[in-house]
T-cell receptor, first 113, second 114 residues
Framework: DSGVTQTPKHLITATGQRVTLRCSPR?????VYWYQQSLDQGLQFLIQ???????AKGNILERFSAQQFPDLHSELNLSSLELGDSALYFC????????????FGNGTRLTVT | AQTVTQSQPEMSVQEAETVTLSCTYD???????LFWYKQPPSRQMILVIR??????QNATENRFSVNFQKAAKSFSLKISDSQLGDTAMYFC???????????FGEGTQLTVNP
């Protein structure tokens, strides 16, 4: 168990809808990352937060947004969903915003129908 | 931008034997970190081993070891005494020292046969 908690585990929704994925980092970790893993592909970095502030942004679509709250949990909001957004979304956390190994949650599997 | 390449989409090995997974990367950085992550059928991402580029000694974690060739930008993973539980997708990943963003390779699906 990595200590990173993601909810829900599975999510099925229709095109055009909006969903929110939630992540609680390991105790003591201040940095949170979101990654997207499409079918049979590697992980693509979406966005990083450190202590509530956005630190780095990757290939995140404008339809997607995220935030980290004062209690350090993070939410990834996906709107105007398309079939291609179906993927496994991972949250990871680390102690520092750099040079720290990432510990991953079990992911949220999103299916858009 | 950094890139990570895993040229072996699939590999198989017999139980108790040794297997080596290949990874190459491209960067202009001098200091960085390299990782191997394991993703079993449960889809969880599990950190296997970590190597710091400024350390010449190859990292080792029990049955897992790496062969880090900095000049060649190569970072292979050796699994000794393979076990059925080692069956998983293995991802090589790069992290620059100025940040914690991981750049992943495409993955190698390893199957350990009984």
């Amino acid at each position: 168990d990595s200590g990173v908690t993601q909810t829900p585990k599975h999510l099925i929704t229709a095109t055009g809808q909006r969903v929110t994925l939630r992540c609680s980092p390991r105790s003591g970790d201040l940095s949170v990352y979101w990654y997207q893993q499409s079918l049979d592909q590697g992980l693509q970095f979406l966005i990083q937060y450190y202590n509530g502030e956005e630190r780095a942004k990757g290939n995140i679509l404008e339809r997607f947004s995220a935030q980290q709250f004062p209690d350090l949990h993070s939410e990834l909001n996906l709107s105007s969903l398309e079939l291609g957004d179906s993927a496994l979304y991972f949250c990871a956390s680390s102690v520092e915003p750099y040079n720290s190994p990432l510990h991953f949650g079990n992911g949220t599997r999103l299916t858009v129908t | 931008a950094q890139t990570v390449t895993q040229s072996q989409p699939e590999m198989s090995v017999q139980e108790a034997e040794t297997v080596t997974l290949s990874c190459t990367y491209d960067t202009s950085e001098n200091n960085y970190y390299l990782f191997w992550y394991k993703q079993p059928p449960s889809r969880q991402m599990i950190l296997v081993i970590r190597q710091e580029a400024y350390k010449q000694q190859n990292a080792t974690e029990n049955r897992f070891s790496v062969n880090f060739q900095k000049a060649a930008k190569s970072f292979s993973l050796k699994i000794s005494d393979s076990q059925l539980g080692d069956t998983a997708m293995y991802f090589c990943a790069f992290m620059e020292t100025s940040g914690s963003r991981l750049t992943f390779g495409e993955g190698t699906q390893l199957t350990v046969n009984p």
